[in-house]
């Protein structure tokens, strides 16, 4: 997650992908240069450029500059927001609808939420777009009749257009601090029904600011541990155990046997928490002490180990599909 | 002016013949004097031809006039007269009966004498006379002149009665059938000249009726009704027919149609309630219009919340207090089952989609339905819920008819025609076709024109016509959704518990990606929309009959839109769903269909249970063993076995005599013998009827004229009004039942006779005045 690496990546990932899908092992990569390494390892997030297209990707995609920008903490360093999630914060290659305006049936949108700078860029956007990309590129694979947009979708919580898309993504939730008018978007967005999964956010700390925000936008609604027997273990893939899936830098270390720590901060336990409406469903799907982003983000490389993606990936397809059938 | 021209009604001279009673001097006589009459006119026709005044034409007139008035003339000298055969006094019999129901309470004016008297102070003043001073009635002693007269009264039973007694009009249905039958067998072997019925009408047309109207007519004994009230009241308000369905979930709007009736109240204020145990559940106001037939329907919508056979109570009260001819009338009741489900909807959807999660969560709160579904996450692999137990939908869509049948509706979403089989797609019309089931179609990229469904069987049971060019594909049209004519009154879509126009307009736009042809014949549009840039008009929802079940079509993929964009509390897309989702399952059959013939049977009359038994393929089963078990309401249960009908394959029937009032519930098992345990095989049904007083004869209170006629028709006999007392006894007096004798009646003495001499004789003066002849 935090690192935000410049990135060259040569890495076949559908092949990645396809042996995630079937357990395989067997992985085909290359990669032209070690992650971590090369400009902005904790600058600005670099433009990704996936080196196996999709075919619907056409022309170039242009470089960005990414809200926010400023290091450090607090409220006086907010992230500049964009004022309409149609134009930025990325400009979009690709249209949201088809030809003939017909919608896609799934949109992976993500929150641009207003929070505290990290590391120089907005925290909602750590990973963002290519993990965001990456884990559609899998999700596609995996699920074959979901028919989804295969490219990042960064909404605003008071953006009208919101509703549209029953499914969010937030990351680094422990740097949020909404507005009010967000947390009110977001409020009636999930009482309406829309689906939230939180990911990426570590230790007691940022667990204490994310219960305190969300306790602002459900009010009187707890946050409580998801038993293995629910049904977003089960949607499509059988989970029978949450496992930590650690950022990029521990994972190569983990693979490499110089540390066993998948942890960061005091989160020693990866847990999937959530918050449920009072019909017992899942509004909110929370993974604490986890980072699924990075594991989608890196799923490619063969520095990051495969058990951690292949959870990745399957809680991920399985939040998705839970949202969209329950 | 019959009469007053040929001395008798004209019924005389059907029944009679025509005879001459001149003797043979007379006509020796007449033949002489025809003789010179001819040889008069051959002479006058000569004196003509010789005038230069009378043309050819006058000449004919003039001789046509003369011989007219000759010949009229002629046949009075002849003495015509009209040989009847009248009874012969006091020695044959007439019956009288007097229909005692409580219909004959109604005060209307019409035929009667005194203004604003009952039904009943008539038949007393024609039968029984005024109390205490042991005489009977007008119409008795005319009787009773001539005839020995037996009198009867009836309602629903019959018996004989004495000009001493009083009547009492409390019967509470007119059954004249069974009276008929009392009488033909107490006066066999009597000569009976015929059968006076006094009735306003209201009497049952059963089969003994009929059956008694035959031996009647075979008898050769006319029946001679006089008809009692008027054809119209001057004032009454009155529910004349109640439309509810018989059967509803738990939780539906109902939308219940009431027929009212209202001569004299055009213009006035009603108010209609709905009572459930003394309760209003819904009432409705309304102006009664001026002009048309003084009767006007009414809808009201109302929500089932409580199970159980629901006895509903609907009641019009007008604003004016003013009187009408009958208040018994102004509340009527009907019974409404409300089952308890969970009732099995399977949903097919092709691939994952938001819409699939919002309707289904828009009904998980509904105990009333459980929506099995089944979701295509790859080729082959589905992803289940709601099932009943791990082997439920296990293979994915249903292959077998008994698989999919057990369901009573079947919702298929963005899935691609090319997915089915020939065989699964034929099943899936017979489910709606021979199994009765409900079939909803939604829109979606894969869905109908675009999912490759023109020219596959299931494209005949789209209530539209589908376009089969091949290059279609979906492209998106978003609609502002308005309710059709129709759809504004259907209780589905009654949302808000209003059809306001500005409510459907505050409701987000849907998109439609589907192209659709006309609506087929017999389709209906309920939902339609206008695209927000076009205006273009948009097919939204549309339902069709098909064979013994129904069809729908839901275009908009985005629905979850009313769910989303709309404020958090708001229900609006969740009432949408459950109330299709319950409509199209309405009136869905189990195997076993079980009904009363009528739901209120009067007390101490005979229920008449029937039921259809279906095999769990859902062919009619006449092998099965069906059994009725009834529960008195004073929980006493009997149980009988009901019979084969040899007509109607997979009928049962059977009768019940009820004695207890209140509600008696059947419940009807049907074993069909199949499967290895007869637990699998046997299939029930419940129902309820309710005895007691039904208050029926003060419903069609005015005089009906239909049975009467009919009944007179089929005898021989003729319908009199209450005031023509005196043509009824004429008309009884030759009767040619009963003893009788042979009468002659003189007719040289009619006054068309000697109109027809003196337009004649005085009509050819006249012309020869006219044309200057001597």
Known sequence: ?326 | MFEFLFNYRSELFSQGELTFLAGPVRLLMLSVGLALTAWALHRYRKSLTGSDKASGPVQGLLLALRALGVGALVVALLEPALALSAIKPQESFVAVLADTSASMTVTDTEDLDQPAATRAAWLDRSLVGAPFDNEPGDLWRDLATRFQVRAYAFDETAGRIDFAEPLSFDGRRSDLGSALTMVRSELTGVPLAGVVVLTDGAIESTDVLIDESLRFRSAGIPIFPVAVGSARFDRDLEIAEIRVPRRTLLGSTVLAQVQIGYPGFAGETITVEIRDEGRVIQQRTAELPVGGDDTMSLELSFRTQAEGTRSLEFAVTPQSRAAEAVTLNNTKTVLLEVESGPHKILYFEGEPRFEYKFIRRAVAEDPQLQLVSLLRMADNRFYRQSVDGEDELRGGFPTRREELFKYRGLVLGSIEASFFTYEQMRMIVDFAAERGGGVLFLGGSNALAEGGYAGTPLSELIPTELSDRREVGPRGVSVNVQPTALGREHAALQLQGTSDDAFWASLPELLVLNRTGRLKPGAAALLAGQTAGTQEAQLVLAHQRFGAGSSMLFLPTDSFRWQMRLPTEDQTHEILWRQILRWLINGVDDRVVASPQRDRVELGGDAVLEATVRDQRFQADPNALVEAEVTSPSGATSRFDLTWDPLTEGRYSGELSVNEPGLHAVTVFADTGEGSQATAATAKANFTFEAGSLNEEFFGAVRQAGVMTRLASETGGQTFAGNDISALIDQLSYSTAGVTVREERPLWNMPILLCLILLGLLGEWSARRWKGLR
């Open chain 1, 1 to 326: 997650m935090r690192h935000s690496l410049g990135w060259r990546a040569g890495l076949l990932a559908a092949t990645v992908l396809a042996s995630v899908a079937v357990g395989s092992t067997v992985l085909a990569m290359t990669a032209s240069r070690p992650a971590g390494s090369g400009p902005g390892a904790h600058g600005p997030v670099q433009t990704p450029r996936l080196v196996q297209q999709q075919p619907r990707e056409r022309g170039t995609f242009r470089p960005r500059s990414v809200p926010g920008g400023q290091r450090g903490f607090g409220p006086l360093q907010l992230p500049p927001m964009p004022q309409d999630p149609d134009d930025a914060p990325l400009a979009r290659r690709e249209p949201l609808l088809r030809d003939g305006n017909v919608p896609y049936d799934f949109y992976f949108s993500r929150i641009a939420y207003s929070g505290t700078a990290l590391w120089g860029y907005a925290s909602w956007s750590v990973d963002f777009p290519k993990a965001d990309r990456q884990f559609l590129l899998g999700v596609r694979r995996l699920i074959e009749t979901l028919d989804l947009y295969p490219f990042e979708n960064a909404m605003l919580l008071d953006s009208e257009k919101l509703r549209d898309f029953p499914f969010l993504y937030a990351v680094e939730v422990g740097h949020m601090l909404l507005t009010p008018s967000e947390r009110d978007g977001l409020r009636n967005y999930l009482l309406s029904g829309g689906f939230l999964m939180v990911d990426d956010f570590w230790g007691s700390l940022e667990w204490a600011h994310f219960v305190r925000q969300m306790s602002e936008v459900l009010p009187g609604f707890t946050i409580e541990p998801v038993p293995m027997d629910h049904p977003l273990f089960h949607t499509f893939y059988d989970i029978n155990r949450v496992v930590q899936v650690p950022n990029l830098g521990l994972a190569r270390d983990f693979r490499r046997g110089i540390s066993t720590k998948t942890w960061e901060q005091d989160g020693y336990t990866a847990e999937v928490l959530g918050i449920f409406d009072e019909n017992r469903r899942l509004m909110v799907a929370i993974n604490w002490n986890c980072d699924l982003g990075d594991a989608w983000e890196w799923a490619e490389s063969f520095e990051y180990p495969l058990e951690f993606s292949t959870y990745a990936y399957q809680i991920g397809v399985n939040t998705i599909v839970y949202a969209m059938t329950h």
